[in-house]
């Protein structure tokens, strides 16, 4: 078959199929962006602390400054999507901050990014809801774990058994056998210092996280039954299997600053 020449000339051709998108007729359509961070105050959230409940934050632990999410993290606690989500790639831009604070001031510095949060509030120590936790700690950040005893929260991912802090531990690696990990246990990122201890300022030569003071970006990508986790560009865990694939997104106090200026959802591709 012989292709006909258009008799449409070159730049009315180009403005056509412009309008034709941005009319919303076209393929490039840009997909729908969720600012979960306005950049101005805490719009979209919710607090809860230890021992006060539900919106009771006496000590600003969660608060806005300078355009920054802050979480203080000098009470227990954790601050949470107003409404759940699924199907989403997370992009988020934090660095830790210097303030640390009793009795972890001398411990690595900790938070945590909770996904897939049901049931109730503070249903894990009086703090956290259950969930699929991404965890946030000097050293560590990216390994994968369940947050309380949920069964539902169960995941699989390939893992190789390696030594990890005088004890065994399952690190992530592109394919080795698959492991399910349940309740209890923790896949670590692959490049995790196997002599890694819960020390402040905690650095080993392969780390992926920047030093507290600078600013990190990291993308979660969470499509049906699996996810994903990338950390300055390297692809650090990988979980399937998820039984709960939607819920809200909780981010923990746990003893040190976190600071966070940017933090986006677009739907999973």
Not at 38 to 52: M, T
Not at 138 to 148: A, H, Q, V
Not at 172 to 193: I, M, Q, S, V, Y
């Amino acid at each position: 078959m012989r292709w006909l020449k258009s008799t449409v000339p070159a730049a009315t051709a180009l403005a056509l199929g412009l309008l034709a998108i941005l009319a919303g007729n076209g393929s490039a359509q840009k997909p729908e962006t969720v600012e979960l961070f306005n950049g101005q105050n805490l719009q979209g959230w919710y607090s809860w602390i230890k021992g006060r409940g539900k919106g009771v934050d006496p000590k600003e632990v969660f608060s806005v400054k300078e355009g920054l999410m802050r979480i203080s993290g000098e009470e227990w606690g954790a601050i949470t999507t107003e409404k759940e989500f699924g199907n989403y790639t997370l992009t988020m831009e934090y660095g830790w901050g210097g303030k640390v604070w009793p009795p972890r001031e001398k411990s690595a510095r900790d938070s945590g990014l909770v996904l897939h949060c049901v049931g109730k509030d503070g249903a894990h120590s009086d703090s956290w809801m259950l969930g699929l936790q991404v965890n946030m700690i000097e050293g560590g950040t990216t390994d994968l774990s369940i947050l309380g005893k949920s069964p539902d929260h169960t995941f699989q991912s390939p893992a190789e058994e390696r030594p990890a802090s005088g004890k065994k531990g399952w690190y992530f690696k592109e394919g080795a056998p698959g492991h399910t990990f349940g309740p209890g246990e923790r896949l670590l990122w692959g490049d995790k210092d196997p002599n890694w201890t819960n020390t402040l300022n905690f650095r080993s030569t392969k780390d992926v996280e920047k030093p507290a003071g600078q600013f990190n970006t990291m993308v979660v990508v969470a499509k049906d039954d699996t996810l994903s986790v990338t950390l300055n560009g390297k692809l650090m865990t990988k979980a399937s299997g998820l039984k709960v694939q939607k819920g809200k997104i909780q981010f923990q106090s746990e003893g040190a600053e976190l600071l966070i200026r940017r933090m986006s959802l677009q739907p999973a591709n």
